[in-house]
């Protein structure tokens, strides 16, 4: 059974710091930060491929980082300068049929469990 566990969710005041990590239980081409805030659609973050290329929500761009370290097979989201407006469940997914990184949650098939990010102002 594939497994995504995140964590590194926590609670910080604006203009604060978190990195969430996610540990996949096998390897996969594409991987994702996506984000649900209650009573909201899940929406992109970030998405990245094999290769580092990288794709960004433009309400993060310049603040979240993400990254993989492919010798530990784990998934990374650097989030800076942290504002109200991103507490969310964060939840890292996976696709073994993706080519290309996507921020499209539908196109992912495998997902973590989330862990919460909350940000006061």
């Known amino acids: 059974q594939v497994q995504l566990v995140e964590s590194g969710g926590g609670s910080v005041q604006a203009g604060g710091s978190l990195r969430l990590s996610c540990a996949p239980s096998?390897?996969?081409?594409?991987m994702g930060w996506f984000r649900q805030a209650p009573g909201k659609e899940r929406e992109g973050v970030a998405a990245i491929d094999r290769g580092g290329g990288t794709i960004y929500a433009d309400s993060v761009k310049g603040r979240f980082t993400i990254s993989k370290d492919n010798a530990k097979n784990t998934l990374y989201l650097q989030m800076n300068s942290l504002k109200p407006e991103d507490t969310a469940m964060y939840y890292c997914?996976?696709?073994?049929?993706?080519?290309?990184?996507?921020?499209?949650?539908?196109?992912?098939?495998?997902w973590g469990q989330g862990t919460q990010v909350s940000v006061s102002s």
């Open positions: 997914a996976a696709d073994q049929r993706l080519t290309i990184a996507t921020l499209s949650p539908g196109t992912y098939n495998h």
């Open positions: 096998r390897y996969y081409v594409i």
